[in-house]
């Protein structure tokens, strides 16, 4: 932090500037709402100052806010980041995008490794979420641009009002629902989670 009113983000070594060089050009060529403003850039030596908003991350807050308008306000952030318009404006100013670089774990190396953590009676319903979600994911999909760590601390919200995502190092191609793979970790719910045994959804 910079006093009261800017961020800056200094890169103190190659794989960071790498990193950071990379959120700068994602940010200058994105035309998005919830996006920080960026005051001022460079690439020799690799910096990036933009203003700090008002407000606290979602982890902070998570519980003090209304679940389903959280939802539609990311909901909103996520159309236009995915919308295959926003994909061709980035690739025609900064070149071909590269996968989102944390890689989720497949469902084969759930299959493979996860059972080995849970209970006998639960492995068999383990292995139906991992058939149901190959089963909904089958159909072949455009990968789409990506926050890719868009946790709560990346997002600041402001009187119950999503105000902006930062971080965009790690932005990249990946499948439409790729960055809801964090949302379960954003704060404890309010009831308990359904039991392994559960069954998964009826797709559609």
């Known amino acids: 932090m910079l006093g009261e009113r800017f961020v800056v ?40 100052v933009t203003r700090r908003a008002p407000g606290q991350a979602l982890f902070d807050v998570v519980d003090s806010l209304n679940r389903d308008e959280v939802g539609r306000q990311l909901a909103h952030f996520l159309s236009a ?11 025609s ?16 190396l ?5 059972p080995s953590w ?10 139906r979420w991992c058939d149901w979600a190959d089963d909904v994911l089958a159909p072949p999909r455009p990968p789409v641009l990506v926050h890719g760590d868009l946790h709560g601390g990346n997002q600041v919200w402001s009187d119950g009002r999503l105000s902006i995502v930062v971080d965009f190092e ?3 191609l990946a499948d439409p629902e790729y960055d809801l793979r964090l949302f379960p970790s954003t704060g404890a719910p309010k009831q ?6 559960t069954e998964p959804p009826e797709p559609g």
């Open 9 to 48: 983000k200094f890169a103190w070594s190659e794989p960071a500037a790498l990193r950071l060089a990379h959120e700068i050009a994602v940010l200058e060529s994105l035309d998005l709402p919830y996006l920080p403003e960026v005051v001022a850039s460079s690439t020799s030596p690799v910096l990036l």
């Open 81 to 91: 980041l995915h919308d295959p318009a926003t994909r061709s404006r980035v690739e």
């Open 93 to 108: 100013a900064i070149g071909e995008l590269p996968p989102a670089s944390l890689q989720p774990a497949s469902t084969d």
């Open 110 to 114: 759930l299959r493979d490794r996860f």
């Open 118 to 127: 849970i209970r006998p009676d639960q492995r068999a319903a383990v292995l």
């Open 170 to 172: 790690t932005a990249g």
């Open 192 to 197: 308990a989670s359904p039991s392994p045994t």
